[in-house]
């Protein structure tokens, strides 16, 4: 089981950032054994693919809309997974969900994630 925790969002003007957070409390595996990744949902829309990374933190995937703009970091000595998002766009406004997988390999596909968090609001103003 995995229970996580987003924090870190909010309403910034276009071309700022923010660095969302996720806290992880796990039982049975340890963090570092799960893929994380990062979703968002924008109102009437899908849940859609962010960015992932992998249990070490040494390979990473990120959607195309957001290469270079956002970063995917992890830090297994906290259980806390973070997204740098740089340069944001009135488009990224969503709610963003982090999620764990127990699959090998990096995945995009929210069926592939079997926890979820609550999510938390993203803003740009134009």
């Known amino acids: 089981q995995v229970h996580l925790v987003e924090s870190g969002g909010g309403l910034v003007q276009a071309g700022g950032s923010l660095r969302l957070s996720c806290a992880a409390s796990?039982?049975?595996?340890?963090?570092?054994?799960?893929?994380m990744g990062w979703f968002r949902q924008a109102p009437g829309k899908e849940r859609d693919f962010v960015a992932a990374?992998?249990?070490?933190?040494?390979?990473?995937d990120y959607a195309d809309s957001v290469e270079g703009r956002f970063t995917i970091s992890r830090d297994n000595a906290k259980n806390t997974v973070y997204l740098q998002m740089n340069s944001l766009k009135p488009a990224d406004t969503a709610v963003y969900y982090c999620?764990?997988?127990?699959?090998?390999?990096?995945?995009?596909?929210?069926?592939?994630?079997?926890?979820w968090g609550q999510g938390t609001q993203v803003t740009v103003s134009s």
């Open positions: 999620a764990a997988s127990s699959s090998l390999g990096l995945r995009t596909s929210t069926l592939q994630y079997t926890y």
């Open positions: 990374i992998n249990w070490s933190g040494s390979s990473t």
């Open positions: 796990t039982s049975g595996r340890t963090f570092s054994m799960y893929v």
